[in-house]
Each structure stands twice: as C-alpha cells, then as structure tokens.
C-alpha cells in the first residue's frame, strides 16, 4: 500500500522554541492530509485538517497560532509547534490521503515530541 | 456528534484461539466504519471499512468485521489468532462520504497473544 513517513521521529526540545514535524506521501499525491495527536494509552484526537493550497481547517479546542499548518504541495504538510511547553508533550501523526481507487487514509509513524 | 466505543482497554488470547473486539458507535446517518491497527514504531494500518452493502466485511490478515445497525457495533474478528496479531486495535467513525472524511477514533484495544 501506500507509503506516509513523518520526520522526525522523535525530538526534543526546550520549552519557548518551535519544532516542525514534516509528513509526505512518498507515492502517491495527497490533496488532503491530516494531523493528529495521541497521548498516552489513549486514542486518536484530531486536531486539524490540511487541504493543498489552501488554509487548514482546525478542530475545536485546537489553537490554530501555536500549530501551524502548512500544505505547499501534494506530498508534503508540515506541523509547526510554536512556542512549544510541557504540555505540548505528545505523540502527533499525520495521515494522507490518496483519492485514487481505494479512498484511503494512510497514516504515518507518527512523530514523539518532548518539550522540556 | 459521532463517537466510537471499545469497551475493552486489554485483551489477552493464546495463540490460535479466536478473537473479538468490540467496537460501538453513535452517529445519526449511516456510518462509515472502520478498524485500523497500530503496532509499536509504525502507523496506524487500515485492517478494512465498511461504507454499505454486505454487513460482513472482509479485512487483510484474515480479519473481518460485522456491521449491526440494531446494536450500532462494528465488532471485529478473527478465527485463529497469530502471536504477530499482538497491537493496538483502533476502530473509527468517519463524517461524512469516503475515507478523506474526519475520523474520530475509539479509545484502541490492546491486544496480547500468549504463546
């Protein structure tokens, strides 16, 4: 199936400094990615959706100024974490996905973010 | 709003026994559902869907699910467990048409195959 990768892995940051996560699709173009954030044992919470061109739409409860989004082109979005603080501490995933005939999300190995 | 419901946190099975993991949904249209499995250090993996049709629904690595509009569930399973099926079992609500839609996803189901 389709490939997703998220880069980087893992990182650690201080507390006031910005951390950009990057999710491409490596083959196939995505016109609408995802980001998600995962905190422990628990599930899945969106947090905003990312259409190519144009502006991401967020979820409620979600501050569009601490995380940025960006969708420049069909096999890349970023996440940006602004001014990150302990509690932006998680574990975030992106998904894209590919219209084509099967209509899937595929997601990607996610990104563990600790901010210090 | 739609929400997803996987009343089992844990669940522990013996290799080659058969498993089932329950999944219950509120949405007020017909739903699109899903179950996706996530193992350590890699994403989440679409095991199969169901948007109409058959209410029985076959899945990759032997899975299949069942579709009960009567009891709003979606339980997954599986007639012969693999120490390899070991992992987090996610099922999923979409909104809306196709899987581009939002998701919103179960709490997960861990899953432990004994030898």
């Known amino acids: 199936g389709a490939v997703v990768s998220q880069h980087p892995s893992w990182v650690i940051c201080k507390s006031g400094t910005s951390v950009k996560i990057e999710c491409r699709s490596l083959?196939?173009?995505?016109?609408?990615m995802f980001w998600y954030r995962q905190f422990p044992k628990q599930s899945l919470m969106l947090m905003a959706t990312?259409?190519?061109?144009?502006?991401?739409?967020?979820e409620q409860g979600v501050e569009k100024d601490k995380f940025l989004i960006n969708h420049a082109s069909l096999t890349l979005s970023t996440l940006t974490v602004t001014s990150a603080h302990p509690e932006d501490s998680s574990f975030y995933i992106c998904?894209?996905?590919?219209?084509?005939?099967?209509?899937?999300?595929?997601f990607g190995p996610g990104t563990r973010l600790t901010v210090l | 709003a739609q929400s997803v419901t996987q009343p089992d946190i844990h669940i522990t099975v013996s290799e080659g026994a058969s498993l089932e993991l329950r999944c219950n949904y509120s949405?007020?249209?017909?739903?699109?559902l899903f179950w996706y499995v996530q193992s350590p250090g890699q994403g989440l993996q679409l095991l199969l869907k169901?948007?109409?049709?058959?209410?029985l629904v076959q899945g990759i690595k032997g899975f299949e699910a069942e579709f009960k509009r009567s009891q709003s569930s979606f339980n997954l399973r599986k007639p012969s467990v693999h120490w390899s099926d070991a992992a987090e079992y996610f099922c999923?609500?979409?909104?809306?048409?196709?899987?581009?839609?939002?998701?919103?996803f179960g709490t997960g189901t861990r899953l432990q195959v004994t030898l």
């Open positions: 949405y007020g249209a017909t739903p699109y």
């Open positions: 998904s894209a996905r590919d219209a084509g005939l099967t209509d899937t999300q595929y």
């Open positions: 169901y948007f109409s049709g058959d209410t």
């Open positions: 990312s259409n190519e061109g144009s502006k991401a739409t967020y």
């Open positions: 999923a609500v979409g909104e809306g048409t196709g899987t581009a839609s939002k998701l919103t």
């Open positions: 083959d196939f173009q995505a016109t609408t």
